[in-house]
Nanobody, 113 residues
Framework: QVQLVESGGGLVQPGGSLRLSCAAS????????MYWFRQAPGKEREMVAR????????TYSDSVQGRFTISRDNAKNTVYLQMNSLDSDDTAVYYC??????WGQGIQVTVSS
């Protein structure tokens, strides 16, 4: 059974940082490009970052470019999202994902003073 479990979210003040983790199981993890998505209240789910498989090519949305860093550890079947300089627009539920895979429960990130 394929499972993605996100962790590391929470409440942070504007300008702060968080690191999200996503542990994958039940799949040949290193064969999949991995994504981070987010969904803010009343908005559609949007892709935040993508990291490919072999060469770890990385893509970011314009809204997080320069502030967020995606990385992966294939030995641990885990993908990370380091988020810096957070602001209120980053408040959302964050999900990790791979194409064709299930959506996990996500993890709440709230940026507020």
């Amino acid at each position: 059974q394929v499972q993605l479990v996100e962790s590391g979210g929470g409440l942070v003040q504007p300008g702060g940082s968080l690191r999200l983790s996503c542990a994958a199981s039940g799949l040949t993890y290193k064969s999949y490009a991995m994504y981070w998505f987010r969904q803010a209240p009343g908005k559609e789910r949007e892709m935040v970052a993508r990291i490919s498989t072999v060469d770890s090519t990385i893509t970011y949305s314009d809204s997080v470019q320069g502030r967020f860093t995606i990385s992966r550890d294939n030995a641990k079947n885990t993908v990370y999202l380091q988020m810096n300089s957070l602001d209120s627009d980053d408040t959302a539920v964050y999900y990790c994902h791979f194409q064709g895979g299930p959506w996990g429960q996500g993890i709440q990130v709230t940026v507020s003073s």
